[in-house]
Structures are given as C-alpha cells and as structure tokens.
C-alpha cells in the first residue's frame, strides 16, 4: 500500500509524541500559585510553570506534568509546611519580683520548621516602687527547651516608663523570628533603665494576665 502524504505527517507525528518529554523533577526557586518558578534537573535557568493544589515552597523538590504547553506542578518530595497561625500561648497569673537588673519573667517552647517566621507577642504588666521610672521590657530567644538571661538572644525591645508608683501598667512588646528550626524558647524579661526604685512585674487571675502568644505567618 502507497503512503500518502497524510498517513505520513501522522506518523511523523507519533514519533514526534514518543521523543517528547511529559514528566520532570526541579527545584522551586519560587512560589505563589497558582504560578512558580522550577529549575528543572539538568537545566541551568528556572522556567515559569503553573501549580495548582500543591503544598510546596521555596527549595521543595518537585514533579512535573506536561499538560498542552504548559508545566504544572503535580506533587512534592519535600516535607509539607506546617499550618500558619496559633503555633502556642503561655500565661502567667502570678507576680514576679521585686528586682532591678534584667530579669526573666516569662517563657514559652515550641517547635520551628525554618521555612516559616514566628511573630511573638507579649503583654506584660510590670510596677515600680518609684514614680516615672523607666523599664526595658525585652523579647529573647534560644534553640533550646530552657532559657536563661544569660543564654538567650534579644530581639525586641520596648522601654515602658511607669509614671504612677506602685500601679501596674500593661505593655505589649512584638518581634519576629526566621530562620530558626527546632526546641524554641522564647521569653520576656524586665530591667530598670532610669530610676531608683524596683520593678514587679504583677500577675493576678482574671485580673492581670500575662502572656506569650506564638503564631506563624
């Protein structure tokens, strides 16, 4: 039988279809579907692709699908990221005190994936025995289920002044954390910056509550 030109583009076609490549893997160099960006395994230049219903981030390998023109994302090899918001709170209904030099009042554990940030906020009442003295009121941290002044990391301040003696007022100090992986600890401590008098940082039920609120955005 004679093959014409027809029978012979289709066939061209065919073999066409078998060379062409429908699935790879790559690297997520970014993400915000349903668009991303994928170094693909062997290439040196990431090409945009579609995502749609996949959990994944930046540095999640991933397989890929060749639907029509298009790339699209169809699954991860990659751990998927923990949920964003409330990750834990502590409170604290008791008084800490009386002192001057900085002073861990509050603490609460927790474990990081690095791949989110932690917001940290705190609400604390703190006094001093003096009028208009001034405290520093700090957010610290430390990879580690324990935590001490002394081995801990700062990495947010306020400076409270207390204009009234003995009334105690709240604060609300707020910070950020990235990078970090692993037992978290995160806490507040108290100093006196100007003044003579000491501080107490107070704590009642239903009354003056402290907390430590951790979520991850």
């Known amino acids: 039988m004679a093959l014409n030109s027809d029978l012979l583009a ?11 490549r429908l699935t790879a893997v790559g690297t997520v160099v970014e993400w915000g579907p349903p668009a991303a960006m994928v170094l693909f395994d062997g290439s040196a230049v990431a090409v945009p692709v579609k995502a749609f219903g996949v959990r994944a981030g930046v540095g999640h390998r991933v397989g890929l699908m060749k639907f ?3 790339w699209t994302v169809v699954g991860s090899y990659s751990p998927e ?16 005190g009386s002192f001057t030099g900085q002073t ?25 025995t003096v009028a208009n003295d001034v405290a520093n009121m700090r957010l610290r941290w430390r990879n580690d289920t324990t935590m ?21 007022y709240p604060w609300t100090v707020i910070g ?12 507040v401590t108290f100093a006196r910056d100007t003044g003579t008098g000491t ?11 402290n907390l430590i609120l951790v979520e991850a955005t």
């Open 10 to 20: 289709l066939i061209d076609a065919r073999i066409d279809q078998k060379n062409v």
């Open 68 to 70: 029509g023109t298009d």
């Open 81 to 96: 990221l923990p949920d964003k918001g409330y990750v834990t709170r502590t409170v604290r209904e008791t008084a800490s």
């Open 104 to 128: 861990l009042v509050q603490t609460a554990t927790f474990v990081a994936d690095s791949r989110l940030t932690y917001k940290v906020t705190a609400i604390q009442h703190i006094q001093s």
């Open 148 to 168: 001490t002044v002394a081995n801990s990391t700062e990495f947010a301040i306020i400076s409270p002044p207390m204009p009234t003696a003995g009334r105690g």
């Open 176 to 187: 950020e954390l990235s990078g970090v992986a692993g037992d978290v600890t995160v806490g």
């Open 199 to 209: 501080l107490l940082s107070y704590g009642e039920a239903d009354r003056h509550e």
